[in-house]
């Protein structure tokens, strides 16, 4: 799905490749993370910050050796606040 909207964002063109990579990123994280799209979002319903923070990220390195790759990074995402939880 990610290589089509890719795909067609380069043989239609866009406005902006900042707005196409943003829904993108988006759908690819809650797809990942196999979690609804309230579980990583903020919802205007909620009063506190009951969605995926920064808090809840993190990112290893696990070889530091140059040259540095993506291949040799992991992330690990605590979602807090899935459906009953909030």
Request: hydrophobic content about 40%; charged content about 20%; overall charge positive.
């Given at each position: 799905?990610?290589?089509?909207?890719?795909?067609?964002?380069?043989?239609?063109?866009?406005?902006?490749?900042d707005?196409?990579?943003?829904?993108l990123?988006?759908?690819?994280?809650?797809a990942?993370?196999?979690?609804?799209?309230?579980?990583i979002?903020?919802?205007p319903?909620?009063?506190?910050?009951e969605?995926?923070?920064?808090?809840?990220?993190?990112?290893t390195?696990?070889?530091?050796r140059?040259p540095?790759?993506?291949?040799?990074?992991?992330?690990?995402?605590?979602l807090?606040?899935?459906?009953?939880?909030?």
């Amino acid at each position: 799905m990610s290589q089509v909207w890719l795909q067609r964002a380069l043989d239609e063109g866009c406005f902006s490749w900042d707005h196409v990579l943003l829904k993108l990123l988006g759908v690819i994280l809650q797809a990942s993370c196999a979690a609804r799209a309230g579980d990583i979002a903020r919802s205007p319903f909620y009063k506190g910050m009951e969605c995926l923070c920064w808090k809840h990220v993190q990112m290893t390195l696990t070889d530091r050796r140059p040259p540095l790759s993506v291949q040799n990074m992991t992330l690990k995402l605590s979602l807090d606040y899935t459906k009953g939880h909030k």
